[in-house]
């Protein structure tokens, strides 16, 4: 069964810094992994798809690795902002099934 | 192009009512997948349809049902609520043609049992 890890929980940060998410899945026979954002509330909106060929996605200061080797993406925001302030979530499409597996997310402050 | 429309957004029910949730996938999706939730926590897996039927079934009790109809959109029913079925449900659409298809959110149904 898959499990999705996201370290840290919660970060707090200032405006302008650099800042990487990280999650870790079990299984490493993925399709692919997504990356979300959901504001409080809210949906999720897609913000990054990784094929399980691929090492890398970019979108303008996004930026989301995938390493299947060792179970673990990076989503590196560059330059944050106050509006980058939401949760961020991770879901990983397994080998064998059609259904994401999600983490618990990690909150992300980004104060003036 | 319309995105994931599910309604209503909110609704607010008694314990023991039946609750009815409605979602639309995007046009030319053929799979819909409904999760629960809860706050703090990630969304968890409750039903999956493709072409109308089920391909997958979280670990949720039989209070919990859902169908897929022949334009594609689906419901999701939970009978006899409990203070606990309170949560954020959200719909997600996928063309599902390969396993290379991401998934796309609708905005939710935020549901609360009093």
């Known amino acids: 069964k898959q499990e999705v890890t996201q370290i840290p929980a919660a970060l707090s940060v200032p405006e302008g810094e650099n800042l990487v998410l990280n999650c870790s899945f079990t299984d490493s026979a993925i399709y692919n992994l997504q990356w979300f954002r959901q504001d409080p509330g809210k949906g999720l909106t897609s913000l990054l798809l990784?094929?399980?060929?691929?090492r890398e996605q970019t979108s303008g200061r996004l930026n989301a690795s995938l390493d299947k080797s060792s179970g673990r993406s990076t989503l590196y925001i560059a330059a944050s902002q106050p509006g980058d302030s939401a949760t961020y979530l991770c879901a990983a499409l397994s080998g064998g099934s059609y259904i994401p597996t999600f983490g618990r997310g990690t909150s992300l402050i980004v104060h003036p | 192009d319309a995105g994931v429309t599910q309604s209503p957004t909110h609704l607010i029910k008694t314990r023991g009512q039946q609750v009815t949730l409605r979602c639309s996938p995007i046009s030319g999706h053929k799979s819909v997948s409904w999760y629960q939730q809860v706050l703090g926590q990630g969304p968890q897996f409750i039903f999956q349809?493709?072409?109308?039927?089920?391909?997958g079934r979280g670990n949720f009790p039989d209070r919990f049902s859902a169908r897929q109809f022949p334009n594609y959109s689906s419901e999701l029913n939970v009978n006899a609520l409990l203070l606990g079925d309170s949560a954020l449900y959200l719909c997600?659409?996928?063309?599902?043609?390969?396993?290379?298809?991401?998934?796309?959110f609708g905005s939710g149904t935020r549901l609360t049992v009093v």
């Open positions: 349809y493709y072409e109308k039927e089920e391909r």
């Open positions: 990784i094929q399980s060929s691929q």
């Open positions: 997600a659409s996928s063309l599902l043609s390969g396993t290379g298809d991401g998934y796309t």
